[in-house]
């Protein structure tokens, strides 16, 4: 993405994280934030329970890393002379404001479009851009955990209520993924016709396709699918269960096709004898007596910690994993392996921050980023680029419209 130039008029995770995504491919993403308070964003002192240091913030971090952010009140004749000028050199305009505030502060299509015809028209919302909701907002817990079934999936009825949704931004950052993508394609049918395009993702459309299988299954059949709790799980296959080890933890197996691993799978779970057993020799008696290898199998892994089975089941065949928290995965070897971590400056002076790369790699190698900006901490020299002489910068500044 060298070369592209994206202007970022968005708050929060949604749209950001798309933004982030083209920077961590090359992108110059430009973030335009309230000259006054930044991104609303920067004020939140608390994530899932936990309390944030301002300075190191990972719902900034997370969406901003690579950018360059400038101070604009957009709702400001100034403010709006310095968003056209720099739309004019841009090839992407990426928003997630809803249409009123599009329209009231003059950076819906049209006005964007008057000064450059040429450039991508980026929308991330809750709900979509058609239709009687499309002026209502919403975040994640609300479009994508809750209103689109993927809350209900999640939720065993045997707890008779609703799970609230574990991990903050968790459809923003998909969602943020599926604009990145669209804009990616967005830029190659302009380089190959010169035609430009609108790109539309919300929320509602995100958890749709990310639990599609199931979305189509409930239409086809009128029957909804949930989650269990631990003690009401059934297999029709011994070799697909979650399964407790003897200090807490958990090992999934996930043989889907047991054809080929049975052998091997009885032999590393300290069974051997069951492999030439009749009833689990064969994947359809495995099946007709999944029930009794379920048993023999708990029993097997109930007896040895967590760790033991870690590390022992890593030469097995079939399918399995650790039942891992979010912190866990920050020292898994493969994690690790695969860069999926990368340290970063910190804003405070102190020691780097950690971030997750995004999820595409090039050529195996690790994309580089930089920390998110300070708000505003641009502003200066990405105007001078454009050509602003220092008396203009002083105006607009005096006048409130840029900081």
């Given at each position: 993405m060298q070369g592209v130039r994206v202007l970022e008029v968005a708050q929060f995770t949604f749209v950001p994280a798309a933004g982030a995504i083209l920077a961590d491919w090359g992108a110059d993403v430009i973030?335009?934030?309230?000259?006054?308070?930044?991104?609303?964003?920067?004020?939140?002192?608390?994530?899932?329970?936990?309390?944030?240091?301002?300075?190191?913030?990972?719902?900034?971090?997370?969406?901003?890393?690579?950018?360059?952010?400038v101070g604009i009140d957009v709702s400001t004749p100034g403010g709006q002379e310095v968003l056209y000028e720099i739309a004019k050199t841009a090839d992407v305009f990426l928003t997630n404001y809803l249409p009123v505030q599009r329209q009231k502060n003059k950076f819906d299509v049209e006005h964007i479009r008057a000064v450059n015809p040429d450039i991508i028209y980026a929308r991330g919302s809750a709900y979509g851009d058609k239709g009687p909701e499309r002026d209502t907002g919403g975040f994640d817990g609300t479009?994508?955990?809750?209103?689109?079934?993927?809350?209900?999936?999640?939720t065993p009825e045997a707890i008779n209520g609703a799970l609230s949704q574990g991990i903050p931004a968790f459809g923003d950052s998909i969602g943020g993924m599926n604009i990145a993508g669209?804009?990616?394609?967005?830029?190659?049918?302009?380089?190959?016709?010169?035609?430009?395009?609108?790109?539309?993702?919300?929320?509602?459309?995100?958890a749709w396709w990310a639990a599609g299988a199931s979305v189509t299954q409930g239409m086809e059949t009128g029957e909804t699918m949930r989650s269990l709790m631990p003690d009401d799980a059934t297999s029709v296959n011994p070799f697909m269960?979650?399964?407790?080890?003897?200090?807490?933890?958990?090992?999934?197996?996930?043989?889907?096709?047991?054809?080929?691993?049975?052998?091997?799978?009885?032999?590393?779970?300290?069974?051997?004898?069951l492999a030439d057993d009749p009833r689990f020799s064969d994947v359809l008696p495995l099946i007709e007596n999944a029930s009794e290898g379920v048993e023999l199998i708990a029993k097997a892994i109930g007896s040895k910690p967590f760790e033991?089975?870690?590390?022992?089941?890593?030469?097995?065949?079939?399918?399995?994993?650790?039942?891992q928290s979010l912190v866990d995965l920050a020292t898994d070897d493969q994690a690790v392996a695969n860069d999926m971590i990368v340290e970063v400056e910190a804003g405070d002076g102190g020691k780097p921050f950690k971030v997750v790369r995004?999820?595409?790699?090039?050529n195996h190698e690790p994309l580089e980023t930089t920390r998110a900006p300070q708000a505003s901490e641009h502003t200066e020299i990405v105007l001078m680029e454009l050509g602003l002489d220092w008396d203009r910068i002083e105006e607009l500044k005096d006048s409130g419209s840029i900081a």
């Amino acid at each position: 993405m060298q070369g592209v130039r994206v202007l970022e008029v968005a708050q929060f995770t949604f749209v950001p994280a798309a933004g982030a995504i083209l920077a961590d491919w090359g992108a110059d993403v430009i973030k335009v934030e309230h000259p006054v308070r930044g991104d609303t964003q920067r004020g939140f002192i608390n994530m899932g329970g936990f309390q944030l240091d301002p300075n190191r913030h990972p719902l900034i971090e997370h969406p901003n890393r690579g950018k360059r952010s400038v101070g604009i009140d957009v709702s400001t004749p100034g403010g709006q002379e310095v968003l056209y000028e720099i739309a004019k050199t841009a090839d992407v305009f990426l928003t997630n404001y809803l249409p009123v505030q599009r329209q009231k502060n003059k950076f819906d299509v049209e006005h964007i479009r008057a000064v450059n015809p040429d450039i991508i028209y980026a929308r991330g919302s809750a709900y979509g851009d058609k239709g009687p909701e499309r002026d209502t907002g919403g975040f994640d817990g609300t479009a994508f955990w809750t209103r689109s079934g993927v809350g209900h999936a999640l939720t065993p009825e045997a707890i008779n209520g609703a799970l609230s949704q574990g991990i903050p931004a968790f459809g923003d950052s998909i969602g943020g993924m599926n604009i990145a993508g669209g804009i990616a394609a967005a830029l190659f049918h302009r380089e190959r016709t010169g035609e430009t395009a609108e790109i539309d993702v919300s929320l509602l459309s995100t958890a749709w396709w990310a639990a599609g299988a199931s979305v189509t299954q409930g239409m086809e059949t009128g029957e909804t699918m949930r989650s269990l709790m631990p003690d009401d799980a059934t297999s029709v296959n011994p070799f697909m269960a979650n399964y407790r080890t003897s200090d807490g933890g958990t090992i999934n197996l996930c043989i889907v096709s047991p054809t080929g691993y049975i052998r091997d799978a009885f032999e590393h779970l300290g069974l051997p004898e069951l492999a030439d057993d009749p009833r689990f020799s064969d994947v359809l008696p495995l099946i007709e007596n999944a029930s009794e290898g379920v048993e023999l199998i708990a029993k097997a892994i109930g007896s040895k910690p967590f760790e033991y089975w870690r590390q022992h089941l890593k030469t097995m065949k079939g399918q399995w994993a650790p039942f891992q928290s979010l912190v866990d995965l920050a020292t898994d070897d493969q994690a690790v392996a695969n860069d999926m971590i990368v340290e970063v400056e910190a804003g405070d002076g102190g020691k780097p921050f950690k971030v997750v790369r995004g999820p595409v790699q090039f050529n195996h190698e690790p994309l580089e980023t930089t920390r998110a900006p300070q708000a505003s901490e641009h502003t200066e020299i990405v105007l001078m680029e454009l050509g602003l002489d220092w008396d203009r910068i002083e105006e607009l500044k005096d006048s409130g419209s840029i900081a």
